[in-house]
């Protein structure tokens, strides 16, 4: 219980930490547009501070040398350190950084009161499977119609836009829609937008491939309890396999020996399988 | 090697925060366009500022120098109260607000300022179908002998009259419809002539208003009327008004 708690801690407090973050960033640059500005605190615009702006502005870039409208270099360069962290550990980002992932799930606190049993576990698992492949289609479509306009199309869809910026006047009604769809379905399941719509949790996805950091279990010591299949917010079977390269994972650890696996050092994220190093098995209770 | 929760915040924070700190320092963590737009790479404009990457941030001051299109002649294309707020100041983006109301399908934005500062230059720009311009923009294109007769007539089919719109608000904007311009070839006062008209051909509420003496009331209303009411002579209006207007 206490193991569990420090993972949880020390997420949520990082988690906190980027969301105010980023709040105080645009707060500080819809004053600034108002003429106010606050001591400490540089505004700008929330495209310009997305990585996803960096993504959907490559083609552009290369082809033209220029940024997407409402894109500039700060974005560009967050995208390559995001993908440095990716490469490192998988999309951590995911889990740990993006504002708006943490809004989801802290939405879902509410629908694990409601739905203590059922919460993330509604939709039909076959239907599930096929849906999370939808947000390769979100991310290409995005890709295309951007290089196509050279406009940001997905903001006017965009339910983070939408959060961070509902006073400003600038969200379109198709952003609210998908702001209040997402957290609706936030009551019943798990980072909805995660899991099925977001193009950058897609690209980002893709490194659980390849990551260096993975999550590795120790079959040897693993007690088949299924605690860490329950914790995943990500609904994956993290029970079967010996490292995990599902290409939903988010790297939050909430499966883990630290959190829920109840075995010491069995699920890790590690270079290595647990319990074993330089192919050896070592011993852990020495 | 194992990653704990610990080291793994941690190393998330220093990179991320980190990395951010590091091209601050560097001066690379740039939020907001640096108001220099690209060069025309090839053909007779090579070398010369492309107004197509006119942005929505850039304000009528960063127009002027980068293309020298003084912010004045924006304001006045683009029919903006300069009273109380200086031309410079206006950002392209100011425009989807002042046009926000147009009842008719298209609008006036950064695309908008885009097209007339090409236009303004001589060159040419392929506009958004949306895209409008105001008719004063119209006026000032025409006047400068930037326009064949048959752009000319692509643009005034496709212009609005900034009378009945936000910006130039007063509470009779009510009930009066964008329409397009059908008289810009016609800028003589009579007595038939509005405010709206006046507006319309390019006159900014100051100057109106300084002529008149006082803020005008509904747009509707015919400038003769309004000297009657005043008790001044309609022809002392008229004019100065089409001094002002002769000289566009």
């Known amino acids: ?286 | 090697m194992k990653l704990s929760a610990k080291r793994t915040a941690l190393g998330l924070v220093v990179i991320i925060l980190g990395g951010i700190l590091m091209l601050m320092v560097s001066g690379l963590w740039i939020t907001e366009s640096t108001k220099i737009p690209v060069r025309i790479s090839e053909g007779e404009f090579a070398g010369m500022a492309d107004p197509g990457d006119i942005r929505g941030s850039y304000t009528f001051e960063d127009i002027e120098n980068s293309f020298s299109v003084p912010a004045t002649i924006l304001a006045q294309a683009f029919a903006l109260d300069t009273s109380d707020k200086d031309a410079k100041l206006y950002k392209a983006k100011d425009l989807e607000t002042f046009y926000e109301n147009l009842d008719i399908e298209g609008e006036v934005g950064t695309d908008s300022v885009r097209l007339f500062v090409a236009l303004y230059l001589g060159m040419s720009y392929e506009a958004e179908e949306t895209s409008l311009l105001p008719n004063p923009a119209v006026n000032i294109l025409r006047d400068k002998g930037v326009l064949s007769d048959e752009l000319f007539q692509s643009i005034k089919a496709k212009s609005v009259s900034p009378a009945a719109v936000a910006n130039l608000s007063d509470d009779s904007t009510e009930g009066v419809s964008i329409t397009h311009s059908s008289n810009l070839d016609d800028m003589l006062v009579k007595g038939k002539t509005t405010f709206a008209n006046l507006l319309d051909w390019g006159m900014s509420k100051t100057q109106i208003e300084e002529i008149i003496g006082k803020p005008y009331g509904s747009k509707s209303q015919t400038v003769r009327d309004f000297a009657l009411e005043s008790g001044i002579e309609f022809s002392e209006f008229k004019t100065a008004m089409q001094e002002i207007l002769d000289a566009f």
């Open chain 1, 1 to 286: 219980m206490k193991k569990r708690s420090s993972v949880k801690l020390i997420r949520t407090a990082v988690q906190i930490v980027f969301f105010l973050l980023v709040f105080l960033v645009v707060i500080g640059h819809s004053l600034e547009e108002s003429g106010i500005s606050i001591p400490f605190l540089k505004g700008a615009s929330l495209h310009a501070i997305c990585p996803v702006g960096g993504v959907v502005t490559i083609y552009q870039y290369i082809t033209a040398g220029t940024f997407v409208q409402k894109i500039h270099e700060a974005s560009f360069y967050l995208m390559i350190i995001v993908f440095i962290t990716a490469i490192i550990a998988g999309p951590i980002f995911c889990g740990w950084v993006c504002p708006f992932g943490s809004f989801q799930e802290w939405i879902s606190y509410i629908g694990k009161k409601i739905f203590p049993r059922k919460y993330n576990h509604m939709i039909p698992k076959r239907l599930d499977s096929g849906l999370r492949y939808l947000r390769y289609g979100v991310l290409l479509w995005v890709l295309v119609m951007t290089a196509v306009s050279a406009k940001l199309v997905f903001s006017d869809f965009d339910p983070y836009y939408a959060l961070f910026n509902f006073w400003t006047g600038e969200v379109a009604i198709t952003g609210f829609i998908a702001l209040a769809l997402v957290i609706f379905l936030s009551l019943f399941v798990e980072r909805p937008f995660c899991k099925y719509a977001c193009p950058y949790g897609a690209l980002l996805g893709i490194t659980n491939l390849f990551r260096i950091f993975s999550i590795r279990r120790n079959p040897n010591t693993c007690i088949s309890c299924g605690k860490c299949d329950s914790a995943c917010p990500m609904n994956i079977e993290v029970s079967n396999k010996s490292k995990i390269m599902d290409h939903q994972c988010i790297s939050c650890l909430e499966c883990t020996s630290e959190a829920a696996c109840p075995i010491a050092a069995t699920l890790e994220l590690n270079t290595s399988q647990p319990g074993k190093k330089d192919g050896k098995e070592v011993n852990n209770e020495a």
